[in-house]
């Protein structure tokens, strides 16, 4: 699009606006807070609705509401919430706006009929759905899941169009895109890397979470950088009626939160987790660990001013040393092939997070959101395989001089220092115009060794300006939100991404949703997925020299309201990928060349459908989904040009969530997940590297596996059934211990995994000269029997 005709754009917008405050001249816009009225914590997505014109809006991610387009004259506000006792307000329009003080809802009494994890509505009032592919997710979804530990990357995993990667990655993709095209938001902060590696999990604790948004495509203008995903997580501010908080020892990990008043008109929140993973340290001596914990502090200065501190911080140490598990193996295959066998992993990674955000009521009808922050992530992760091959004589063993080895080092840091501001103006009932600019200053230092071979350094500290409008429009059955974003990235030329996002209301409940952008992303994820053991983490890389990642999204979903509580949707799309990167690190075996030498750049394409039945009966809620996708990758230097099936790409996904609450006391929670195979290339020929060391006088050889054909081969499908048992203590040691801390409840969570028996083989491991078959792989599985697993939650 040209420079001219996004000048006729902006001077069509001004005109509209100006047309629009003209005909509301004589209207007046309300706007407030709800809050809890017990712990004082603001209530996100509750409905506010004017009686008298049939009108309404939800609160936002930060629990504020603006209605405009009210007459002078009283009116009636209605506000509901679940869980809540809805609640009047008579008002009186006079001659201006009013800014209302606080609105306390008091929290009732839910019978079992009405305990949901995945309730669900697409009434009028609910226009935070303009997002075309977005899904929530609450505290209570997530620790309905068995398996997510109670972690929100493992359940945003059980959605339709997130996959995993990797068996032991905590890495997922979103509708065909690369790993690290997923934006993370930790309260408008963005996280890099923010999953922990001992129990392939997310660093964020639950315990603090008060919403997740997660946008799987199609997502509006104020959201930029990434291409495939963004997932926004709203934390708590903290309980100002008292000191409240959960403890929650476990088999798998310890945590624990506070919250509490701070000062007259303030908050604030504690919380931390601490990981020993004690079985492996005792079996194979592997000692990995992880800890993370958070800080918030909220004070409300007045009715229009609430300012906000938050920190975070999380390390990791992940050691994996397989000589011990090899001699349990000992020679159960023939013969010793282990005897001098050497496989280790470590991985070391830190994150660092902090800012400080200001809430602004400037008028009723204008919302300003300040925000500064500092994000920081570094990574030091090491691979070694190292083999001593054994001749057999005469029925011993004893060693040649040929050496067989493969190693690898990863080193990223990247920190991120930004300052942006978001202007949220509510000209009218049906017209809302949003924009915002940020300005990011980023470091990166990069450096990679493959095989004792230096592959090069890269340190650069660009800097980056985003700006953003958009303008919502309600007309009739109609909502429409075009919206532009523009970058300059390292002080080079401005790129613009327009995007639009449509919602048409249909006869019997029925919605159309439809969604188009383009978008760029200039920091990119390192692909180590075929030179590491396990890739768990992403190596971000900034495009100096290069043009950015660009995608076009293009969306189409409908939606049946089946009952109040019940929804189901289908989702259509079609990415078109460009422009994306991968490094060629196996090119440099035989020379050493700048890491920015080894990036390719090239095209793919993904599309599928996905169907999602969400809701309730009764006692008994949850979800099920099932997707259907493609996705095709193509480079110049990978298979001879053409085009071949993406890496991570299942063809089926099938995933189902259910929870049924017999009493009030006690719930059963059921998962089942059907996933088929990733695609992967099956090597017929190796290509060997000889190094010999004149000291040692050994030769050493570089192996590298090598296929015709990318993606010759898919993987064996996943089965996952597992349930989980949640009961609240009445009796025994659990409730004379809560009794005497004077804790308000504890509960017993009990977990089973694996309940079919399923052994999943994760990988497949290629030995050498092993028999006269050398092209024999021998699995690698894990899981093979069911798990146990105990929590014990107190709660005052």
Sequence with gaps: MSRESYIKIIICGLLLCI???????????????????????????ATVYLSDKGTGVITDRYGYFQLAGIPKGEHLLRFSYVGYETLEIKIEIKDKGIALPDIEMKPQSVNI????????SISKAADRQIETSMIELTPQMIQSIPTARNDVFSAIKFLPGIDRTEPFSPLF???????????????????????????????????????????VGGFGAEFGGRNSSVMYISTKDGDRSGLHGEFEPSTFHSKAFLEFPLGNKGSAVIAGRYFFDIV????????????????SYTCRLNPRHRLTGKYFQSHDRNAIDMNTFYQYIDNTIGWNMYEDFSFIMTDKWTNRAATLIHNWSLSPAVFIRSQIYYSSHSSRNISNFDYRLPEVIDGDSTFTNIHLMTSSEFNNRISDLSVKTRINYTLARFNTFTAGVEYND???????????????????????????AENKLEIGPL???????????????????????LVLTLPDEFKLRSAWGLYHQYIISMNTNEIEMNQSVDYYYPLTNYKPGKSVHYIIGLDKQINPSTVISLDLYYKDIQRVYTFDVNQTDTKVITLSDKLQQGSGNAFGAELLLKGSKNNLSGWCSYGLSWANRQYPFIYNGRKYPYDYNRRHTLKILANYTLTKSLEYNVSFTYLSGIFRSIEQIRQDYYYYDPVSEELSIFPIWISNEKNNA??????????????RLRSGFGKYFSELIHAKESYMIVTLRNLTFFRRNVEYFFPLYVGSDDSRYLPIGTNYLPSLGFSYSIKF
């Design 113 to 120: 009929e009405e305990v949901v994890i995945a309730a669900s």
């Design 442 to 468: 980023y470091s990166f230092r990069n450096s990679a060794v493959i095989n004792l071979t230096s592959q090069g350094q890269l340190k650069h500290k660009p800097c980056q300006w985003s700006i953003f």
């Design 19 to 45: 047309f629009t405050n003209y005909i509301s001249a004589q209207n007046y816009a309300v706007s407030g807070y709800l809050i809890d009225a017990d712990t004082k914590e603001t209530l996100i997505g």
């Design 173 to 215: 993709t979103v509708r065909g895109g690369d790993p690290g095209e997923n934006a993370v938001l930790l309260d408008g902060v963005m996280i890099y890397n923010p999953y922990h590696s001992s129990m392939s999990s997310g660093i964020f604790n639950t315990q603090t979470i008060k919403s997740v948004d997660m946008l």
């Design 479 to 501: 909502i429409l939100r075009p919206g532009v974003r523009s970058v300059n990235y390292d002080n080079k030329e401005w790129l613009h991404e327009p995007r639009v996002n």
């Design 280 to 295: 492996p340290y005792f079996i194979m001596h592997n000692k990995s660990y992880f800890y993370d914990y958070n800080f």
């Design 714 to 727: 898919r993987m064996p499908a996943l089965i996952n059934l597992d349930m989980s048992i949640k009961k």
